[in-house]
């Protein structure tokens, strides 16, 4: 009778135990399974929108992805995105030209030439610009980067593509430098000691060695870099302005696609209307830019993660 009350007790715990873990397994399951519906749910009314957009005898698809015009919300309709597409990957590419080379270099000094000590500092006060509310970057851009690029460029016009391109570099700089780091710190210390071995100097090291083995993870880190800034809104939605024109001239105010929907979806368009279905059209086209940005970002980490392995 001793021996049989702790074994029975032990029992118990076990069956608790177990309870608990499949409770725990449920649980996790269903926050899995609520984000892939969330996630289908968003794509099928992002479609089903979008082909009842297509479906109205004023829009044609080939209109669409090839006019050059974009005045859906005027007396004379034109459907063409291109004027969105094009002030979008200006804003991004401005972005991008101040983003990625400056992330990588300070993901660098991170990994190789800073101390202990000055990493734990810098990298903390570093990520504080991912923290700042993207409205606020986009009055600074309006308020501060504007004036002060304009005595530079005299030609600049109060809202342009350049202002808020600079600034949206430096909203995704902490993206580009935290995750390049990152990749730059897990590089193992044998082929940074080989290296030295080999008498190279600690640029070489960093430059020829640390970065080619971390490649994979600095790529992934630049294409998503692409995707924030592709997607952002806030910031272009109040220093780009909102001029649906074809123009490749970034000193000149322009419209982004994430800025028309942020204007349609103000309350001003009559829900159910043409000029409101196209918000769903040009999100669509914007979800499957993002995609394929994800998709080559998983195909660029499994090729070269092969190559260094």
């Not at 923290?131 to 851009?141: E, L, S």
């Not at 290296?195 to 998503?224: R, W």
């Amino acid at each position: 009778m001793s021996t049989s009350l702790p074994i029975s007790e032990a029992l118990r715990r076990k069956r608790r135990r177990d309870v608990g873990e499949t409770v725990i397994r449920y649980l996790l399951l269903l926050c899995g399974l609520v984000s892939i519906a969330t996630t289908i749910a968003i794509v099928v009314i992002l479609f089903w929108e979008s082909v009842q957009f297509f479906r109205d005898p004023l829009v044609s698809v080939w209109e669409f992805l090839t006019d050059t015009q974009w005045t859906p919300l005027f007396t004379d309709k034109h459907f063409g995105v291109w004027p969105l597409v094009v002030g979008t990957f200006m804003t991004s590419a401005i972005a991008l030209i101040v983003a990625l080379p400056l992330g990588l270099l300070s993901a660098i000094y991170l990994s190789e030439y800073a101390s202990a000590r000055t990493r734990s500092i810098l990298k903390p006060i570093l990520e504080i610009l991912a923290g700042i509310p993207t409205v606020v970057y986009g009055y600074f851009a309006l308020l501060f980067v504007t004036p002060a690029l304009q005595k530079i460029i005299p030609d600049l016009a109060g809202f342009n593509a350049i202002s808020p391109g600079i600034v949206m570099g430096i909203m995704i700089l902490p993206m580009v430098s935290s995750l390049s780091e990152d990749a730059l710190h897990a590089v193992p210390k044998a082929l940074r000691d080989a290296g030295y071995g080999l008498g190279a100097t600690k640029f070489e090291v960093a430059t020829q060695i640390v970065v080619p083995a971390a490649l994979s993870g600095i790529a992934a880190s630049f294409i998503l870099a692409v995707s924030r800034a592709v997607g952002e809104t806030m910031i272009v939605a109040i220093a780009a302005g909102q001029r649906p024109v074809l123009t490749f001239d970034p000193r000149q105010p322009i419209q982004t696609m994430t800025a028309y929907i942020v204007q349609v979806s103000l309350g001003d368009t009559p829900a159910g209307s043409l000029a409101y279905k196209t918000i769903f059209a040009v999100a669509f086209l914007l979800f499957l830019m993002t995609l394929s940005l994800n998709v080559a970002s998983h195909f660029i980490v499994r090729r070269y993660r092969q190559r260094y392995e």
